[in-house]
């Protein structure tokens, strides 16, 4: 009896995982088909020298308009990144903070670093609660907002040099509040810092 209940857990849970996964990605796979419904302002001015109609309602960052390098990372099996330009550090963490009372799920606590006070957010549970079917307990912070936010992700990857031409850039009105876009050869998410910041701080 020991042994089945043992062996039998880790298959509900990696089911749960794979679920979670393919949800995920059919969201994905719909948002860059929606995405690419029109063409990018930048082509159409390119092909005739009129900015397009739609171009005030996609997203634009300043930090887009030159070459921009990312941080690829993981969160439940999830490949997402992050520009660099908006990271203030990334650090390896034990999974200890102090927990605060009366917060929001995705709140795990706080924790002192270099003197300051950072929060510690459940980074599945903020952007995909949903699909979230695991528990933080260690990993990496990305930190954001001047070190005030530790984002918590599984594992750190690569960075990579993008131009904005390699994302499809969500539109102003439909996008997801922490979703910049999507970058098109890896259909990986490109998160939004200040939409996740105003999320956090409501």
């Known amino acids: 009896m020991i042994r089945s209940v043992e062996y039998e857990q880790p298959v509900v849970s990696l089911a749960e995982k794979d679920l979670a996964l393919t949800s995920y990605l059919d969201m994905l796979l719909a948002e860059v088909d929606e995405l690419l419904q029109a063409p990018s302002p930048v082509e159409v001015e390119a092909l005739d020298g009129v900015p397009s ?14 070459p921009f390098q990312t941080l690829l990372f993981e969160v439940e099996d999830v490949s ?4 660099l330009v908006c990271l203030s550090e ?14 929001p799920k ?3 606590g706080v924790l002192m670093r270099r003197d300051e006070l950072v929060g510690i957010i459940d980074t599945a549970q903020l952007i995909m609660p949903e699909r979230s079917v695991g528990e933080c307990s260690k990993g990496y912070l990305l930190l954001v907002d001047e070190g005030r936010i530790g984002l ?4 750190v990857c690569e960075t990579t040099t993008l131009v904005r031409g390699d994302v499809c850039w969500a539109r102003e009105a439909s996008r ?3 979703m910049a876009g999507v970058i098109i050869e ?9 939409g996740l910041v105003g999320m956090i701080n409501g």
């Open 53 to 66: 109609p739609s171009e005030g309602l996609r997203f634009s960052p300043n930090w887009s308009k030159t």
């Open 80 to 83: 997402l990144a992050v520009p």
């Open 90 to 103: 990334v650090a390896a963490w034990d999974g200890q903070c102090a927990a605060v009372p009366k917060q």
């Open 106 to 108: 995705w709140m795990l």
């Open 152 to 155: 918590v992700v599984d594992r």
């Open 176 to 178: 997801r509040v922490w």
């Open 186 to 194: 890896q259909l990986v998410v490109l998160l939004e810092v200040d």
